[in-house]
């Protein structure tokens, strides 16, 4: 069984650059080759995917953040990051990790494991 942890500051200025993390623990072995995916929900909407890092470490990001979105990983901590620079409060959400066998966007059905999830308030 794979946990995924989140963590970060729940409260980020505008303009400031949000980073988080997401803390991998468990049986790695069975996720070696899983697509490690940043997905965040704002408050009375859908699940939004924002990119992924691979196994083999290439990452993909949505074309609607790409300008702003940073994602990549600390081997050696197991952990997942990412970073969303000049935010806005419309960055405002529940902001989640989750790892699945394929890089999904939009299908959220596949996604084996999640994080519980962090929320993340853009205010000044």
């Known amino acids: 069984q794979v946990q995924l942890q989140e963590s970060g500051p729940g409260l980020v200025k505008p303009s400031q650059t949000l980073s988080l993390t997401c803390t991998v623990s468990?049986?790695?072995?069975?996720?070696?080759?899983?697509?490690w995916s940043w997905i965040r929900q704002p408050p009375g909407k859908g699940l939004e995917w924002m990119g992924a890092?691979?196994?083999?470490?290439?990452?993909y990001v949505s074309p609607t953040l790409k300008s702003r979105t940073a994602i990549s990983r600390d081997t050696s901590k197991n952990q997942l990051i990412l970073q969303l620079s000049n935010v806005t409060p419309e960055d405002t959400g529940v902001y989640y990790c989750?790892?699945?066998?394929?890089?999904?966007?939009?299908?959220?059905?596949?996604?084996?494991?999640w994080g519980q999830g962090t929320q993340v308030t853009v205010s000044s």
């Open positions: 989750g790892a699945a066998l394929f890089c999904s966007t939009k299908d959220y059905s596949g996604y084996d494991y």
């Open positions: 468990g049986d790695s072995s069975t996720t070696n080759y899983y697509y």
């Open positions: 890092i691979a196994f083999g470490g290439n990452t």
